[in-house]
C-alpha cells in the first residue's frame, strides 16, 4: 500500500511539473486555457459546441477533445466551426493528463491564439487531480443527477472556479434542488462563479458567453 501511494505521488509530481511547463508557454503567447470536467453526460461538448458557434467569429479558439474510446465528440466540435479541434483518445484512461496534452500542443499554432478549451473525460474523480497547465477548470453538473454531487465529489468542486449547472430547461421534470446544490457546491468552495443554463434551448447561455470573453481579455492583459 505504501508503495502504491509513493507511486501514485511521483506520478502527480511529474505531472504538475509538466503541467507548469505548458502553463508557462500558454501564458508566454497569452492564451487563456479552461479544462472542462463533469460526469458523462452533464453536457461537456454541447457546452463547447454551443460557445464554439457563438464566439468562434470574435476569438480565436482551439479545443483538445479527450475521449476514452472514439473521436465522436471531436467529430461534433469540428461541425459546429472549430477548425482547431484536435481529438484525444485516451485508450482507456479515465482522466487526461499533462503528457498527453504536451504531446498534442506543438500542433497548435499558439501565437495568435486566444483561449484553449480541454474537455476532458467524463469523471469526476481522478480529473481533478491532474494538473493540465489550464487557467481553471469548468466543473459541469445537469438537473439530470443528484444535486448532492458536490458533496460527494468535494475534491473536484474545491479544484474549480466555475460551476455550470446545464439542462435547466428540465428542471420541473425532476427531484433537482436548484438551491441545494448551489448550497453544496458554495459549502466546499465559496469562491465558485455559478452559471444555470440550458445548451438545449440557449437560455442563461449569454451570460456564459458575456462571463468568458471578459475571462479570456482579463488574462490577455495580465
Ligand atoms: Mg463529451
Ligand atoms: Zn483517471
Known amino acids: 500500500m505504501a508503495e502504491k501511494v509513493a507511486v501514485e505521488k511521483k506520478v502527480l509530481s511529474e505531472n504538475d511539473k509538466l503541467a507548469a511547463e505548458i502553463r508557462a508557454q500558454l501564458k508566454k503567447h497569452a492564451v487563456a486555457s479552461l479544462?472542462?470536467?463533469?460526469?458523462?453526460?452533464?453536457?461537456?461538448?454541447?457546452?463547447?459546441?454551443?460557445?464554439?458557434?457563438?464566439?468562434?467569429?470574435?476569438?480565436?479558439?482551439?479545443?483538445?477533445?479527450?475521449?476514452?474510446?472514439?473521436?465522436?465528440d471531436a467529430n461534433r466540435l469540428t461541425r459546429a466551426g472549430g477548425t482547431l479541434v484536435r481529438p484525444l483518445v485516451t485508450g482507456g484512461a479515465c482522466h487526461l493528463d499533462a503528457r498527453m496534452i504536451a504531446r498534442v500542443l506543438p500542433e497548435f499554432e499558439l501565437a495568435g491564439l486566444d483561449v484553449l478549451f480541454l474537455e476532458n473525460v467524463g469523471n469526476l474523480v481522478c480529473p481533478s487531480s491532474y494538473d493540465l497547465g489550464e487557467d481553471m477548470k469548468v466543473v459541469l453538473i445537469s438537473t439530470t443527477e443528484g444535486d448532492d454531487k458536490p458533496l460527494k465529489y468535494p475534491g473536484m468542486f474545491r479544484r474549480s472556479s466555475v460551476m455550470v449547472i446545464n439542462k435547466?430547461?428540465?428542471?420541473?421534470?425532476?427531484?433537482?434542488?436548484?438551491?441545494?446544490?448551489?448550497?453544496?457546491?458554495?459549502?466546499?468552495?465559496?469562491?465558485?462563479?455559478?452559471?444555470?443554463?440550458?445548451?438545449?434551448?440557449?437560455?442563461?447561455?449569454?451570460?456564459?458567453?458575456?462571463?468568458?470573453?471578459?475571462?479570456v481579455k482579463t488574462q490577455k492583459n495580465s
Request: hydrophobic fraction near 40%; charge should be negative.
Open 35 to 72: 479544462n472542462f470536467v463533469s460526469s458523462p453526460g452533464s453536457g461537456k461538448t454541447s457546452l463547447l459546441e454551443k460557445t464554439l458557434e457563438a464566439l468562434r467569429n470574435e476569438l480565436k479558439i482551439a479545443l483538445i477533445a479527450g475521449d476514452v474510446q472514439t473521436e465522436n
Open 168 to 215: 435547466i430547461d428540465l428542471l420541473e421534470f425532476t427531484d433537482f434542488d436548484m438551491e441545494a446544490v448551489k448550497r453544496n457546491a458554495l459549502q466546499i468552495n465559496g469562491r465558485l462563479k455559478i452559471f444555470e443554463l440550458s445548451c438545449r434551448t440557449g437560455e442563461g447561455l449569454q451570460a456564459w458567453f458575456d462571463w468568458l470573453r471578459d475571462f
